[in-house]
């Protein structure tokens, strides 16, 4: 898979060669192309940026130089185009299965007041990575090639960290403990020490469904629940421990 990314900042994603997605890169599982669109602006000192029409702070970056860079890529036709900002669609797991059925993104990174409100013309879908304010782009770009990058076949080690993680089923994961079972003097929970596979199954169960109910109550909604499901929550609502 094929992440291109526009932005003013390249410098900025050094920090994206490190971990599972530097191993994938390695394994070229997937290859990512950061390009400065300010290196295709046709303005003599390299300006992108203007004043916003009827007046406002700070500066827009208009259309010439992101489009010239975009059209620059290879295979720019057929990308999915993707535009940062904070007025867009929310990004979520399900977005990021989405996207890692693509085989090319191409992600656009605004900064400073953000970009001509004409470039959704050009891109198939505005993204927001949450209810706050960035600098620019480039982190919701990280964090867009971190969470597609590890849905990808052969990523991830083991493939059921994937399929068991928070969000996969609209539920929050349930919490995992390690050695020692002692740690001034909080305890790991006897269950899942017992060896009884199907208790520990039903305990997870419990915990996912009592933390996505305390924490992120909308999620349950769209969770498909089993009968099991709702019995588990009908407990959790009377405050009963598992
Ligand atoms: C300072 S922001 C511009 C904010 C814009 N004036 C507004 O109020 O919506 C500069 C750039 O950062 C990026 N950005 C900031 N917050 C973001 C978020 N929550 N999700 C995605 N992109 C974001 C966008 O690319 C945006 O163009």
Known sequence: ????????????????????????????IIE???????DFSDNKHGRVDD?????????IIGLQAILDCMRSIEGHESAHKILFTPTGNLFTQKKAREFSQKKHLIMLCGHYEGIDFRITDYVDEEVSIGDFVLTGGEIPAMAVIDSVTRL??????NEESAACESFTDYLLE????????EFEGKKVPEVLLSGNHE???QYRRFKALELTYLRRPNLLEKAELTEEDLRFLDMIKRGEEF
């Open 1 to 28: 898979m094929r992440f291109d990314v526009l932005t003013l900042f390249p410098e900025m994603f050094s920090g994206i060669d490190a971990s599972i997605v530097k191993r994938a890169a390695e394994r070229e």
């Open 32 to 38: 990512i192309r950061i390009h400065n669109f300010r």
């Open 51 to 59: 004043y916003s029409y009827g007046g406002g702070a700070g500066l």
């Open 152 to 157: 990808l076949p052969g990523v991830l080690g």
């Open 174 to 181: 349930y919490p995992q403990y390690t050695r020692p079972e």
């Open 199 to 201: 208790k520990i199954r």
